[in-house]
């Protein structure tokens, strides 16, 4: 069984910075990718961006310039550093893992970030 750890979360004022931090419970090497997810109150969980196993890294467009997703191979985490956030940046971040095959997707537990205006 996966387990994805995400840590980080927090309150920050717009403008500011967090990094989250997602532990996973085996190789990250294991996972075809793995990626950050949010969710807004009342909005669907959308894509904020990922890392491919070979790391390559895509972005919405909405956080481009502003996210970066790093990893640390010898401690099977994956980071999302956030700068320059605004207050539409709050939501639950979610940590995900996917395998091809067989097709498995795994998620975290989930972390709150609020940005103040």
């Known amino acids: 069984q996966v387990q994805l750890v995400e840590s980080g979360g927090g309150l920050v004022q717009a403008g500011g910075s967090l990094r989250l931090s997602c532990a996973a419970s085996r190789t990250i090497f294991s996972f075809n990718d793995m990626g950050w997810y949010r969710q807004a109150p009342g909005k669907q969980r959308e894509l904020v961006g990922s890392?491919?196993?070979?790391?390559?890294?895509n972005y919405a467009d909405s956080v481009k310039g502003r996210f970066t997703i790093s990893r640390d191979n010898a401690k099977n985490t994956i980071y999302l550093q956030m700068n320059s956030l605004k207050p539409e940046d709050t939501a639950v971040y979610y940590c995900n893992a996917n395998l091809y095959v067989p097709r498995n997707n795994y998620w975290g537990q989930g972390t709150q970030v609020t940005v103040s205006s």
């Open positions: 890392i491919m196993r070979g790391g390559s890294t």
